[in-house]
Nanobody
């Protein structure tokens, strides 16, 4: 069993940056692919970024490519999402997710573990 706890959300002006962190418990974290998703009250949860178990492979939603960077520390049992040049459209609750395989996925239903989410609000 893996538990995920996100942190780092907050209020930021457009053009600013935030770094989200996801702390994971469990000895098998290093063998899991990890992802970030986000959800607004009006929309379904959507894929943001994912990273493979060793960090050698990453994928991003088109809306965040070039602005967001996902990374991980297996020694530290953590995954991160660096968000630069934030836009009001990035406002959402951001969720960390883990899946019990080593490869990435953009599909929500292919993830086995979820955090409670952290709010990101970008003002114009």
């Amino acid at each position: 069993q893996v538990q995920l706890v996100e942190s780092g959300g907050g209020l930021v002006q457009a053009g600013g940056s935030l770094r989200l962190s996801c702390a994971a418990s469990g000895r098998t974290f290093s063998s899991y692919a990890m992802g970030w998703f986000r959800q607004t009250p009006r929309n379904e949860r959507e894929f943001v970024a994912a990273i493979s178990w060793r960090g050698s492979s990453t994928s991003y939603a088109d809306a965040v490519k070039g602005r967001f960077t996902i990374s991980r520390s297996n020694a530290g049992n953590a995954v991160y999402l660096q968000m630069n040049n934030l836009k009001p459209a990035d406002t959402a609750v951001y969720y960390c997710a883990g899946r019990r395989v080593v490869t990435t996925s953009i599909l929500e239903n292919e993830y086995d573990y979820w955090g409670q989410g952290t709010q990101v609000t970008v003002s114009s």
